[in-house]
T-cell receptor, first 112, second 115 residues
């Protein structure tokens, strides 16, 4: 079993839809949870991060962490064609030099 | 806005040849990372530098891969000899050493195709 599992999709939704992206993990030591967005032929860019459990909102994006279930989610409200990209979850056990463990990424297409 | 620079952007090489990638991190970033991202997978850390020192190279296939950051600024990743399975995107990232791991800034990557 991989430490981080993420459904690769692809996921196709109409413009304006609410998108839900999810990851599960097995390492209970993970405390930092990140979501990266990666456009085609580009490097990943950090969207949001959450420390431990709880919710975090930034504009149309909401990140949720449920440590008891080892499950994290990213919600995108009012999705736009410009949101079309691959979304990667990533986790680490602690800050500082602890390495990130990434999921496979979910490819999202938002159709106009 | 400062960015991580990588070159070349694309590289095609034949099996058994040597290949090298270059990365210039954001100015002032002491920590530099090299990742390999196979198509359809997430990035996997190959090597991490703190200034010119290697912090983690546990996933670097040392029989064919080498990495250096001689002056603690830019870095080179080399593969010799290249194998078909090395075809992937090679990503460089950098961060300020005193920030948590998530504050990594990625470059555009070098897409390597081994034929």
């Amino acid at each position: 079993q991989k430490e981080v599992e993420q459904d690769p999709g692809p996921l196709s939704v109409p413009e304006g839809a609410i998108v839900s992206l999810n990851c599960t993990y097995s390492n209970s030591a993970f405390q930092y949870f990140m979501w990266y967005r990666q456009y085609s032929r580009k490097g990943p860019e950090l969207l949001m991060y959450t420390y431990s459990s709880g919710n975090k909102e930034d504009g149309r994006f909401t990140a949720q962490v449920d440590k008891s279930s080892k499950y994290i989610s990213l919600f995108i409200r009012d999705s736009q064609p410009s949101d079309s990209a691959t979304y990667l979850c990533a986790m680490s056990a602690k800050g500082g030099s602890e390495k990130l463990v990434f999921g496979k990424g979910t490819k999202l297409t938002v159709n106009p | 806005e400062a960015e991580v620079a990588q070159s070349p952007r694309y590289k095609i090489t034949e099996k058994s040849q040597a290949v090298a990638f270059w990365c210039d991190p954001i100015s002032g970033h002491a920590t530099l990372y090299w990742y390999r991202q196979i198509l359809g997978q997430g990035p996997e850390l190959l090597v991490q530098f703190q200034d010119e020192s290697v912090v983690d190279d546990s996933q670097l296939p040392k029989d064919r891969f080498s990495a250096e950051r001689l002056k603690g600024v830019d870095s080179t990743l080399k593969i010799q000899p290249a194998e078909l399975g090395d075809s992937a995107m090679y990503l460089c990232a950098s961060s300020l050493s005193d920030l948590p791991t998530y504050e990594q800034y990625f470059g555009p990557g070098t897409r390597l195709t081994v034929t």
